[in-house]
């Protein structure tokens, strides 16, 4: 199995702050997936990043995948309320290998 | 279309009965995957079915198994529960075309063992 480690685990901000999360590991993925988990929901996908060194942006969220396509990076501009949930980072293997998740926590 | 559908959603079950969930994937979806979410563990992988073969599976024991009928729905059934297996347990549907395919989700089932 190919670990993938996140951090912070926590993460709790007010509103307008930005943040960064993190997603590494020592194996070289094809690709690299963020989802999304709010209470009581299913992931729902954020981005796939494919290349080494590609950064896509969705609104305020910035996602790099790392030139070695070892690890990846989500960043957060001005977050909102809406930002709160869990997020998880996830490579392909043999089956889609999931990190434990960044909880984010956003205030008003 | 509409979306991943599991039930039941909640569960409740002593140690040593057994359980089944159902999933319903997205109408076209062939693949259906089965992860087990917990606190500590966070998302691990149970298997996953395509075309009614399992084409992969994690690392659980034999206790964990599932199937997927012709219309591509699946079942996972756990015997002879331990208090270990409570969790959520999730389900995703994908085309099954590619391995970067995107998983969708459905909203999980709770299971407590007591």
């Known amino acids: 199995t190919q670990l993938l480690e996140q951090s912070p685990q926590f993460l709790s901000i007010q509103e307008g702050e930005n943040l960064t999360v993190y997603c590494n590991s020592s194996s070289v993925f094809s690709s690299l997936q963020w989802y999304r988990q709010e209470p009581g929901e299913g992931p729902v996908l954020l981005v796939t990043?494919?290349?080494?060194?590609e950064v896509k942006k969705l609104k305020r969220l910035t996602f790099q995948f790392g030139d070695a396509r070892k690890d990846s990076s989500l960043h957060i501009t001005a977050a909102q309320t809406g930002d709160t949930g869990l997020y998880l980072c996830?490579?392909?293997?043999?089956?889609?290998?999931f990190g434990k998740g960044t909880s984010l926590l956003v205030t008003p | 279309k509409a979306g991943v559908t599991q039930t039941p959603r909640y569960l409740i079950k002593t140690r040593g009965q057994q359980v089944t969930l159902s999933c319903s994937p997205i109408s076209g979806h062939r693949s259906v995957s089965w992860y087990q979410q917990t606190p500590g563990q966070g998302l691990q992988f149970l298997f996953e079915?395509?075309?009614?073969?399992?084409?992969n599976k994690g690392n659980f024991p034999g206790r964990f198994s599932g199937r997927q009928f012709s219309n591509s729905r699946s079942e996972m059934n756990v015997s002879t529960l331990e208090l270990g297996d409570s969790a959520l347990y999730l389900c995703?549907?994908?085309?099954?075309?590619?391995?970067?395919?995107?998983?969708?989700f459905g909203p999980g089932t709770r299971l407590t063992v007591l």
């Open positions: 995703a549907s994908s085309p099954g075309e590619a391995d970067t395919s995107e998983q969708f």
């Open positions: 990043v494919v290349t080494g060194g």
């Open positions: 079915y395509f075309s009614e073969t399992q084409r």
């Open positions: 996830a490579g392909w293997g043999y089956a889609l290998n």
